[in-house]
């Protein structure tokens, strides 16, 4: 009689630790969703650390960075990120302020290193001239109209 009570709480202790493991990776599974969502895109740019945000653009004053820059988004980014950089099925907007509020050598050390975990691929194999001229693309350009714009043919100024 005390063997078969023994056993039947045997079964119970394990029932209870089946449902206990149940429940934690349920918990965990949720957590690793939410993580994925919106409220952190973007979150490496605040990274960067202060040596690599201070970094200059060498090519700032180059007249023809930003179209060889825009030849490179065409082909390397524009799949994720849309022709005009304002989001696609893969990838977010670069005409948001997160972004565009970034300093140059934030954007460049994040081509750098990617957000690779999240699905933006690492460029450090591009030389260093052509992720000048990426950030030189995306700082020229201009914010992205409120979703709710009716004028969007209208050209920005
Ligand atoms: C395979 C798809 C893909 C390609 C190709 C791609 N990106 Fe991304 N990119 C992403 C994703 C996904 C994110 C969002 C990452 C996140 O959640 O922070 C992102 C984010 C970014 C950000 C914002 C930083 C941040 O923390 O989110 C910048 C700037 C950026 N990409 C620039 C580029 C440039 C420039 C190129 C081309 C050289 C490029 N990307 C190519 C997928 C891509």
Redesign the pocket.
């Known amino acids: 009689m005390t063997m078969l009570r023994f056993h039947q709480e045997s079964i119970f202790a394990r029932h209870l630790a089946i449902l206990l493991i149940v429940s934690i990776s349920a918990v965990v599974g949720q957590t690793s969703i939410s993580s ?1 969502s919106n409220s ?6 605040a990274k960067a650390s202060k040596k690599d945000a201070a970094r200059r653009n060498p090519l700032a004053a180059d007249p023809d960075a930003v179209a060889a820059g825009g030849k ?2 065409a082909l ?2 524009a ?3 849309g022709e005009t950089a304002d989001g696609g099925k ?3 907007s ?1 005409r948001v302020d ?2 565009q509020q ?1 300093t140059p050598g934030t ?1 460049f050390w ?2 750098t290193n ?2 690779v975990r ?4 690492v ?1 450090s194999k ?1 030389p260093e001239p052509q992720r000048w001229q ?1 950030v030189s ?2 700082k020229s350009l201009t914010p992205q109209p409120p979703p709710n714009a009716t004028d969007a043919q209208t050209p920005h100024p």
């Open positions: 994925q952190s895109i973007y979150e490496k740019l490179l988004f390397h980014c799949e994720c990120h893969k990838a977010p670069l997160e972004v970034a954007l994040l081509l990617g957000v999240r699905g933006m691929p460029w591009l990426l693309f995306i």
